[in-house]
T-cell receptor, first 108, second 114 residues
Framework: RKEVEQDPGPFNVPEGATVAFNCTYS??????FFWYRQDCRKEPKLLMS???SGNEDGRFTAQLNRASQYISLLIRDSKLSDSATYLC?????????FGTGTSLTVIP | NAGVTQTPKFRVLKTGQSMTLLCAQD?????MYWYRQDPGMGLRLIHY???????AKGEVPDGYNVSRLKKQNFLLGLESAAPSQTSVYFC?????????????FGPGTRLTVT
């Protein structure tokens, strides 16, 4: 079983739409959780950390459910510039584990 | 600060050739990592280091070796390149401590083995 699983998409949404991505992880001992963004042929960059109480950064909201081992990312009022691949990342032991990514295209 | 840098950016090798990829960071991070990214596979950890002089195997270490002789540098070696090692290689670094901080990535090395 993979450490981190994500729906690969693709998600194609119109500008202004709200879109949600989900991710599950297999190890209940996982310690830290993140969402990264990766643009085509570029390196991943941190979008936001995910805290147990949930957290928000502008149009982005991340939620963590430790009991269900589930992480989510909500993007409100989508912009064209949000088009990218979103990676769910879990830190367990000394290692970061990456999901395969969810592709988002925001359409004018 | 340059952050994390990788050299070279692109490379084409013939099967059986060897090469070394260099990763350097100027953020005084303890932890450094080498990943490969292939279509549909996500990032997979090759080797990592939790400090100068220490290395450990990740998920896909076969065919690769690493060294961390200086805290700021992490080298990835391919002893005898194979077509299956065609990939994009990313280096990353992070702080260590009670709280786990984000990883910072280099721009990647695109390697083709023919």
């Amino acid at each position: 079983r993979k450490e981190v699983e994500q729906d690969p998409g693709p998600f194609n949404v119109p500008e202004g739409a709200t879109v949600a991505f989900n991710c599950t992880y297999s190890n209940s001992a996982s310690q830290s959780f993140f969402w990264y963004r990766q643009d085509c042929r570029k390196e991943p960059k941190l979008l936001m950390s995910v805290y147990s109480s949930g957290n928000e950064d502008g149009r982005f909201t991340a939620q963590l459910n430790r009991a269900s081992q589930y992480i989510s990312l909500l993007i409100r009022d989508s912009k064209l510039s949000d088009s990218a691949t979103y990676l769910c990342v879990v830190f367990t032991g000394n290692q970061f584990y990456f999901g395969t990514g969810t592709s988002l295209t925001v359409i004018p | 600060n340059a952050g994390v840098t990788q050299t070279p950016k692109f490379r084409v090798l013939k099967t059986g050739q060897s090469m070394t990829l260099l990763c350097a960071q100027d953020m005084n991070h303890e932890y450094m990592y080498w990943y490969r990214q292939d279509p549909g596979m996500g990032l997979r950890l090759i080797h990592y280091s939790v400090g100068e002089g220490t290395t450990a195997k990740g998920e896909v270490p076969d065919g690769y070796n690493v060294s961390r002789l200086k805290k700021q540098n992490f080298l990835l070696g391919l002893e005898s390149a194979a077509p299956s090692q065609t990939s994009v290689y990313f280096c990353a670094s992070s702080y260590s401590g009670v709280y786990i901080y984000e990883q910072y990535f280099g721009p990647g090395t695109r390697l083709t083995v023919t």
